[in-house]
């Protein structure tokens, strides 16, 4: 399958990135064709997991586990398929490609919408990376793959987190849902130089749920007790004492 600039794949969300393309959407079929030797795509590439899945397995068991991803299997493909490709969803964690990061955002968007209206769902947390990336039998290598994949790692639950080449062509949207927020160079794991990130926050999500990095639970953006801005990042605490804390000490929680 020779893939050009608006057909495009994607792969699995752990290092290493060599598996089979399983992509849905518009124009995707199941059996895929092995990719000739060099074939580079340019695309948004973008990694979402949820956040604090190894905890909630450990206290609810794998019943609950499961079930939790088969919800987020459906509000991906729901979410994804008018506007880009799933490759691949393994346990929670699912790499998603698509031709700009507007039309990336927008997915993203509608993903969290879907979340936020889900009782007693987790926070999920997103990265994105635009770049070119090297096709080979039907697989991605290269590092554009495992900046993505550093990016997502990177955010905390219910934060989205992009790169300088995905926030630059935000910035020129002229009608944004969302706003851009700069964290600064950070130093990701694995990677030889610090990488300047960005923090997307979404205008139409009037429920985004983020975890209190002091004691872990579940907070409403909307309605969160207090709110931080720590090193260009956006924290929320479910009390002021919580907020305190973390005031106190941001080193420990992060």
């Known amino acids: 399958m020779i893939m050009k600039r608006q057909q495009f794949e994607s792969t699995k969300g752990r290092p290493m990135y ?7 959407g518009p ?3 199941d ?3 092995p990719s000739p030797p060099g074939e580079h795509v340019t695309a948004t590439f973008c990694f979402v997991d949820i956040a604090g899945y190894t905890a909630l397995t450990d206290t609810h068991g794998e019943h609950a586990a499961a079930d939790l991803v088969d919800t987020f299997t459906r509000v991906v493909r729901t979410a994804v398929v008018p506007h880009g490709r799933v490759h691949e969803l393994t346990g929670d964690n699912a790499f998603l490609v698509f031709p700009d990061p507007r039309r990336a955002i927008d997915a993203i968007a509608q993903l969290y919408r879907a979340v936020a209206d889900l009782p007693d769902f987790p926070a999920l947390r997103t990265g994105l990376h635009h770049g070119s990336a090297l096709v080979r039998s039907s697989r991605y290598f290269g590092s554009t793959i495992n900046l993505a994949a550093r990016t997502a790692a990177q955010a905390a639950g219910g934060e989205i987190l992009c790169t300088a080449s995905v926030a630059g062509w935000l910035a020129n949207d002229p009608d944004p ?9 950070v130093k990701l794991k694995n990677l030889p130089r610090n990488v300047e990130l960005h923090s997307v926050l979404l205008a139409d999500v009037p429920h985004q749920r983020v975890v209190d990095p002091v004691c872990q ?3 409403d953006t909307a309605s969160a007790a207090a709110h931080r801005l720590f090193e260009g990042r956006h ?9 305190a804390r973390f005031a106190a000490a941001p080193a420990d929680f992060l």
Request: aromatic share 12%; glycine share 8%; with cysteine.
């Open 235 to 243: 924290f929320w605490f479910c009390s002021t004492g919580c907020a």
């Open 18 to 24: 060599a598996s089979r393309i399983t992509a849905t």
């Open 31 to 33: 059996d895929a064709s």
């Open 27 to 29: 124009g995707c079929h």
């Open 217 to 219: 639970m579940m907070v």
């Open 177 to 185: 849902a969302f706003t851009l927020a700069p964290v600064g160079r």
